[in-house]
């Protein structure tokens, strides 16, 4: 009989003592069970004990979290949470180095776990960790425990970071600045010291004028990856705290110290993989850094100003500063005028007055810096770009303004420029790490800032570009390249004006794809994006949209292998009533004239081709009307275009190429020569219904582009159906093991032997 459901099979075990075998109620309460183990194995004062989970934190069994005891779990008896907590901090009080070492380091096993932090915290254990912090005695392994010990505790989020005192935040900034230091305390001190600037305002602003930047620099430039990523933790952290004018004054020094060089060269390119951690605290500096945008993307361009207007006169003559400086010499003012407003048309500006255009926010201004960048560090491609454009028709020219304009704005959504930091990395690991009331990995952990709430869902927070770390002007450069990549994409679309969203689309997709590759450098990135041309595109889509609709799982790829055949039998069935049918043809006569019609079918029994001409606008004939006949097995083969004997002696112009996708011949004995029955199909299509029809007469596969199209079809529809009961069900990629043969086959009845 099956136990009940509240009931589970578990072992208890402790030190010393042979394991119990118990079946544990859940509807029993806990200290009852915690009694009846106790009394199993003759121990008194069952309130001095509790359960833990014996694998991983040895984590307290409470009345909350009791439901992940499940059949098969190994708990173990062990002091209660209150008694233990007395016992280590009295620990922390002893004379013995040694012992303080045992202690801390049975602390900070037991840290994670909520239940014992409350009873550590309720006796003052945090005091009492922060006095040998401050006290500085051991700057070893002893200062090393404590301070993950007072980590573990904090980041409970039982007691505030701000309640930290300032001597204390002042000491731990001296173990980060000081030259011969442990190298395990240094990350340990840079991860409170994080933890503290990303909560407290106040605190933060004494950690940032305690810890100077040259000092987070050489912490970076050390080969330990550990200290590496918590002192870009750090790095990161009071940058976020910072106003959006401290910020840009630190970035600033942080580059002309050559951090992004380091970075670049140092951590991405490492022989070291990088870390999750390290990764996010990357995407972090590359948001701040392109957050520095969002100023000159939220500003309108203002006509009134005489700086704006010079470099809107510099974009116009960089690109017709000969054309300009020839016609405009000896003009009015008025002409003047009117010949610049003329080549601000050209330049691609929608309105004669080019800043209407840039009122637009986003982008505003950032527009404005990136077509002047463009100008000025690719000269030659600025100017091919706009003279190109300015000799194609009208309605095919690539408006270079218009689509810098959007460019930019497609750029800024890509790389979310002017949106929240999504800083969701802690968010997951703390997430992580209190499942189950702070599980394995927990350890890694930090607190966040009340102040910059991660954003709930979001998945690609901490994914960064390592592109963007390998010159200065990453945004400027990256456009240099996009807008070169959306006139290529113009050209391959063959594009218009009214097909200007339709571009913008499509080069969306180009750089969306290829940023998600993550390509380590602008030139890998240029070479990458070039790759993905508008067909390749299109491929892709195609590819995915089979995908979601699951065409192109294996047992999908199966089924339509299996259908083939039978659908192949039903599109050459077609083909052959088509040819019994017939089709009127026209005769091509030695002057090119198509002046003459002839009938030709096939015979019910498809034995025969029967044909003859027919005047112009009767009515088809019969079969019997036929004069000619051509029997099936005489043919000897099938020819089309060039190969067919009634267009292959004539030239090459527009009206023979016309004749070469529709003509066709059939090559028959007739006595001693050969001989050849010559068509000229009215179309395509008929074309390929002949020449598949004639192919299935004489064996042979039917290749046309019509076939593939119709077997697609059919597949599709005869797959769907088949499929119908099977919506919304996953189908696996492999189909299940067949388990192995029995050892013999005793069981099987045999029906002949009768019973007595």
């Not at 999504?422 to 968010?427: G, H, K, L, P, S």
Request: proline share 7%; charged share 25%.
């Amino acid at each position: 009989m099956a136990p009940p459901r509240n009931v589970v099979k578990i072992a208890v075990q402790k030190p010393d003592a042979i394991p119990q075998l118990i079946r544990l109620d859940q509807a029993k309460p806990l200290a009852a069970v915690v009694k009846e183990v106790c009394d199993a194995w003759s121990l008194s004062h069952s309130e001095r004990y509790a359960l833990q989970f014996a694998d991983g934190h040895r984590r307290y069994i409470t009345e909350n979290n009791r439901t992940e005891i499940k059949n098969g779990s190994i708990l173990c008896l062990s002091t209660a949470p209150d008694l233990e907590a007395e016992r280590l901090l009295s620990g922390l009080q002893s004379g013995s180095r040694e012992r303080r070492r045992e202690t801390l380091q049975h602390l900070v096993l037991l840290a994670p776990d909520v239940t014992f932090a409350q009873e550590v915290i309720s006796r003052d254990g945090l005091q009492r960790l922060g006095t040998i912090i401050e006290d500085g005695d051991d700057l070893g392994e002893v200062l090393t425990l404590t301070l993950r010990a007072f980590l573990e505790l904090m980041e409970h989020g039982m007691v505030s970071w701000e309640t930290l005192s300032i001597p204390f935040i002042r000491k731990v900034v001296s173990y980060v600045n000081m030259n011969l230091m442990d190298a395990s305390v240094q990350p340990l001190a840079l991860r409170l010291l994080e933890s503290v600037t990303l909560s407290s305002p106040a605190l933060g602003q004494l950690v940032k004028s305690e810890v100077p930047l040259d000092r987070l620099l050489v912490h970076l430039q050390v080969m330990n990856q550990q200290l590496q990523t918590k002192a870009m933790a750090l790095l990161t952290a009071l940058l976020q705290g910072a106003s959006p004018t401290e910020r840009k004054h630190m970035l600033d020094y942080l580059w002309q110290r050559n951090l992004r060089q380091f970075i670049y060269k140092n951590i991405i390119h490492s022989a070291t993989p990088l870390g999750d951690e390290m990764a996010h605290h990357l995407y972090v500096l590359q948001a701040l850094t392109l957050g520095l945008l969002e100023p000159r993307m939220r500003t309108p361009l203002d006509p009134y100003s005489p700086e704006q207007r010079e470099q809107l006169q510099a974009l116009r003559q960089a690109a017709f500063e000969s054309e300009g400086e020839s016609l405009g010499a000896g003009l009015s003012a008025d002409r003047r005028r009117s010949l610049c407003a003329r080549e601000f048309r050209k330049l691609g500006f929608s309105n004669s007055n080019p800043a209407q255009d840039l009122e637009r926010v986003p982008p505003g201004l950032l527009a404005l810096d990136n077509m002047l960048y463009f100008s000025r560090h690719a000269p030659s491609a600025y100017s091919r770009f706009v003279l190109e454009n300015s000799s194609r028709e009208d309605k095919h020219e690539c408006p270079f303004a218009r689509s810098s304009i959007q460019l930019t704005v497609l750029l800024c959504e890509l790389l979310r420029v002017g949106e929240p930091c999504e800083w969701d990395w802690a968010q997951r690991v703390w997430e992580r790490g209190t499942e189950g009331q702070r599980g394995p990995g927990a350890a890694h952990t930090f607190s966040l800032s009340p102040s910059c709430p991660p954003a709930p869902g979001s998945e690609t927070a901490q994914d960064f570009s390592p592109m963007f770390f390998g010159q200065d002007q990453s945004f400027h450069e990256l456009f240099c390249v996009s807008i070169q990549l959306l006139n290529k994409t113009w050209k391959e679309m063959r594009a218009t004006q009214e097909d200007f969203d339709k571009v913008i689309q499509v080069v969306r997709e180009q750089l969306a794809r290829t940023l998600a590759l993550k390509p380590s450098s602008l030139e890998l990135f240029r070479t990458k994006v070039n790759a993905l041309p508008y067909g390749e595109v299109l491929r892709l889509r195609q590819t995915e949209r089979l995908h979601q609709e699951g065409t192109l799982a294996p047992p999908i790829l199966e089924l339509r292998e299996k259908l083939k055949p039978e659908l192949m039998g039903l599109i050459r069935q077609q083909r052959l009533l088509r040819l019994c049918e017939g089709t009127l043809f026209r005769k091509i006569s030695s002057r090119r004239r198509q002046d003459k019609l002839w009938f030709c079918c096939l015979s019910p029994n498809h034995k025969v081709l029967q044909y003859g001409d027919v005047e112009e606008g009767a009515s088809p004939p019969t079969l019997e009307s036929l004069p000619e006949q051509l029997p099936v097995a005489d043919i000897k083969a099938l020819l089309t275009g060039k190969d067919c004997p009634h267009v292959r002696e004539k030239g090459s112009g527009k009206q023979n190429k016309d004749l070469y996708e529709l003509a066709f011949s059939v090559s028959y004995d007739h006595g001693e020569e050969e001989a050849y029955l010559n068509f000229i199909a009215p179309s395509k299509r008929e074309f390929h219904l002949w020449t598949d029809g004639l192919s299935a007469l004489l064996g042979s596969p039917m290749g046309s582009e019509q076939t593939r199209l119709d077997l697609e079809q059919l597949l599709t529809m005869e797959t769907k159906l088949r499929l119908l009961e099977l919506e919304n069900v996953p189908i696996p990629e492999q189909p299940p093991p067949i388990p192995p043969p029995p050892t013999n086959f005793n069981f099987c009845y045999d029906c002949s032997i009768t019973e007595p």
